[in-house]
Every structure is written in C-alpha cells, then in structure tokens.
C-alpha cells in the first residue's frame, strides 16, 4: 500500500513540473534564454602507420578548446619520445612523460592544427612529424631528421582542427605510431 501511495504523489508531481508556471508562461523545462547545445562533434584520424606494438595514451583539450601548440621530444637512438600539446585555455598535456629526450622547437598556431604527418624509420620508430595550421598551407617539422620515410598525412574534414592526440609508445623504441582527434568548429570561433 505505501509503495501505491509513494508512486502516486511522484506520479502527481511530475504531473504538476509539466504544467505551464502561470506567472513566467513558461514550462519548468523549457529553453528559451538558456545557452544553446555547444557539443561539437568530433572523430579520430585514421592511425599515422600499421604499427600497434605499443601501448595507447590518449589525452584530449577540454570542449570548446583547440590544441594550438605542438611540442615533441626526441631522444637520440630512439626518435620521438614524447609530445606535449597545449590547449587554448593553457592547459598543457605530456603524454608519455619520458624525460629522456631533448625538446624539438614548439608549434604554435593558435588558429589550431588540420594536420599532422608522420616520418617513420624502420628500428626507431616516428622520428620526426609534419604539423600543418589551420590557416596555413605549410607544413612545420618537429626537427631536421630526415632519414626514414613520411607516413601519409593526416587531414582534418574543412571547418574542424586538432583536440587531441593518441600516441602509441613501445618501450625500447618511443613512439611508434600517433593520431590525431579532430572536432568541428562552431560559430567560426577557433579558440573558443
């Protein structure tokens, strides 16, 4: 009997939310005035290589923020070693935390990233990478290893730039494989 009674006083205030509040003539759910949907959709790149022999780290800006800085570290007789990225909001994110390499000289675009390339080298792993801004047709390399080959380049759809990245690091090597995380732009706000 008390659980027939409990569901009928729930049942009858849900009832009465759903009546329209006479005094603003407005429903309680109502959303006018409130901030539109600011979800933008998002989706990975497909992998920089076929090489999965590492393990995945995956770190991603908050919504609303762009990755507008690019920083890799390269460690001599392993290549790349590490990424930092920078969010817009100065939110900074290492991914493997190996302290072992030299940092590369940082990219910066703080109209964000639409592109990222790998250079891979049988033995070593990704040596060195291609970042492309969103505003720009030219590419900037981490660094001036050449030796190895590129991967194909990893393009955001137009209208969306980089958010976040996975890496794929193997012990004994650094990092052996990446993608990238593209999200679409609203409102043409880039650092939003």
């Given at each position: 009997?008390?659980?027939?009674?409990?569901?009928?006083?729930?049942?009858?205030?849900?009832?009465?939310?759903?009546?329209?509040?006479?005094?603003?003539?407005?429903?309680?759910?109502?959303?006018?005035?409130?901030?539109?949907?600011?979800?933008?959709?998002?989706?990975?790149?497909?992998?920089?290589?076929?090489?999965?022999?590492?393990?995945?780290?995956?770190?991603?800006?908050?919504?609303?923020?762009?990755?507008?800085?690019?920083?890799w570290?390269?460690?001599?007789?392993?290549?790349?070693?590490?990424?930092?990225m920078?969010?817009?909001?100065?939110?900074?994110?290492?991914?493997?935390?190996?302290?072992?390499?030299?940092?590369?000289?940082?990219?910066?675009?703080?109209?964000?990233?639409?592109?990222?390339?790998?250079?891979?080298?049988?033995?070593?792993?990704?040596v060195?990478?291609?970042?492309?801004?969103?505003?720009?047709?030219?590419?900037?390399?981490?660094?001036?290893?050449?030796?190895?080959?590129?991967?194909?380049?990893?393009?955001?759809?137009?209208?969306?730039?980089?958010?976040?990245?996975?890496?794929?690091?193997?012990?004994?090597?650094?990092?052996?494989?990446?993608?990238?995380?593209?999200?679409?732009?609203?409102?043409?706000?880039?650092?939003?």
């Amino acid at each position: 009997m008390k659980v027939v009674m409990v569901s009928c006083v729930f049942l009858a205030s849900v009832i009465i939310l759903l009546f329209i509040d006479g005094t603003s003539g407005m429903s309680v759910f109502d959303t006018r005035g409130a901030k539109k949907n600011r979800v933008r959709e998002s989706k990975w790149t497909s992998w920089s290589n076929g090489n999965f022999a590492g393990s995945a780290i995956s770190k991603t800006c908050p919504d609303d923020q762009i990755a507008v800085g690019l920083q890799w570290d390269e460690q001599g007789g392993y290549g790349l070693v590490d990424l930092n990225m920078a969010c817009g909001n100065g939110l900074n994110f290492d991914f493997t935390n190996n302290r072992n390499g030299n940092q590369n000289s940082k990219q910066a675009c703080s109209s964000g990233f639409k592109a990222i390339q790998g250079r891979e080298q049988g033995g070593y792993g990704i040596v060195n990478a291609n970042m492309q801004c969103s505003d720009s047709s030219n590419w900037r390399a981490s660094n001036g290893n050449m030796n190895g080959g590129w991967n194909g380049a990893l393009y955001c759809p137009s209208g969306w730039v980089i958010t976040g990245m996975e890496v794929q690091e193997q012990s004994g090597y650094g990092i052996i494989n990446f993608r990238a995380r593209c999200t679409e732009l609203r409102g043409g706000k880039k650092g939003e």
